[in-house]
């Protein structure tokens, strides 16, 4: 058993961005005859300190231990373009030890020289709510999205979020994609970075797949039975993140029940013999009712998405700069620029 995976290099991997439709363009993916991505979304190896220390082989026997050998292999993986790395015991960055937007690109190519990254972008402010949004369902943050934007524009916790990543302090970092592409196009050749936008998943699905298709030099014209279908819109649904491997890819309050439960073997089998219709029916009744339950008891019934002017000013006149310098990069204007 993995013995392919072992010995099987990723010919893909979809970068992110978090919260810009990520989901949605894995679930189109995963249709694809000539393509292998793992069950569970969720598989970061370079961004994890805890996990890259186990080693590839390892990460490669976890991740893709049933894949065909004959598709292609890759992984949609948002935790890569959050701009530093998840450290097992956190620590200051000092001379020679602090993590930046170098660090996963730098793992990535010495691993996968010859990887195909593909970036998904969406508006950095838009973003920055639904980031809000998603960390508030989940447990993570109490502050309204006003609170927390003037905290986080505070120069000192600016650098400590891009240094190092944490679900509750990147709703801004997360969204400076110039910095964080900048850092992959130091190390990768330009011809092996597809970049995207959200907006014309949103326009024109089936464009925007075919160029994602021709990309990883598989049949363009492909159209999954499910495309059009938005998932996880706005951060609305929690997931049961039982199938995952690795145990706090991304943080959860409930995490000591689910990794209890997907250490169960009977738990795990019942749940991999039901239809994915059948899971999909799970996972949307169990998000409605926690969702709900989380808002209400937190903000006592009070909208939680419903930000100051002047707290969206301030978000656009902070990403301005790294949009022009995106735009220089990329050779084209983004959507949100218009």
Not at 16 to 37: D, I, N, V, W
Request: net charge negative; hydrophobic share 35%.
């Amino acid at each position: 058993m993995g013995v392919h995976a072992v010995t099987r290099k990723l010919d893909f991997i979809v970068i992110g961005a978090q919260k810009a439709a990520t989901t949605s363009l894995f679930e189109y993916l995963k249709r694809h005859p000539e393509l292998c991505l793992p069950a569970d979304k969720e598989a970061p190896y370079f961004s994890h300190d805890d996990v890259y220390s186990r080693g590839w082989d390892r990460y490669m026997e976890k991740t893709f231990v049933f894949a065909d050998p004959a598709c292609q292999w890759g992984t949609v993986t948002p935790q890569y373009m959050v701009g530093g790395v998840y450290e097992a015991t956190p620590t200051p960055c000092v001379a020679g030890r602090g993590y930046d937007e170098h660090t996963v690109p730098l793992r990535i190519y010495e691993r996968l020289p010859d990887v195909r990254l593909v970036a998904i972008l969406r508006d950095p402010v838009e973003r920055a709510r639904s980031h809000h949004r998603m960390a508030m369902m989940n447990g993570f943050e109490q502050r309204s999205f006003d609170e927390a934007i003037r905290e986080l524009l505070d120069p000192g916790l600016l650098e400590r979020s891009r240094r190092h990543p944490e679900v509750d302090t990147g709703y801004v970092t997360w969204g400076e994609y110039y910095r964080i592409l900048a850092g992959y196009l130091d190390v990768f050749p330009r011809e092996q970075i597809l970049v995207l936008f959200t907006e014309e998943l949103e326009r024109a699905p089936e464009r925007f797949l075919r160029r994602v298709h021709e990309f990883l030099d598989v049949k363009p014209d492909f159209i999954p039975d499910n495309l059009g279908t938005r998932y996880r819109v706005g951060g609305s649904e929690r997931r049961f993140p039982w199938l995952s491997p690795y145990e706090g890819s991304w943080p959860s309050p409930y995490g000591r029940i689910q990794r209890a439960i997907r250490r169960n073997p009977a738990t795990r089998a019942l749940w991999h013999a039901l239809p994915e219709a059948g899971r999909h029916r799970i996972n949307r009744g169990f998000a409605h009712t926690v969702y709900r339950l989380d808002l209400w008891n937190q903000h006592d019934g009070e909208s939680v998405d419903d930000p100051a002017p002047e707290t969206l000013a301030r978000l656009r006149e902070h990403f301005a700069r790294d949009a022009d310098q995106l735009a220089m990069l990329l050779g084209e204007i983004s959507p949100w620029q218009l």
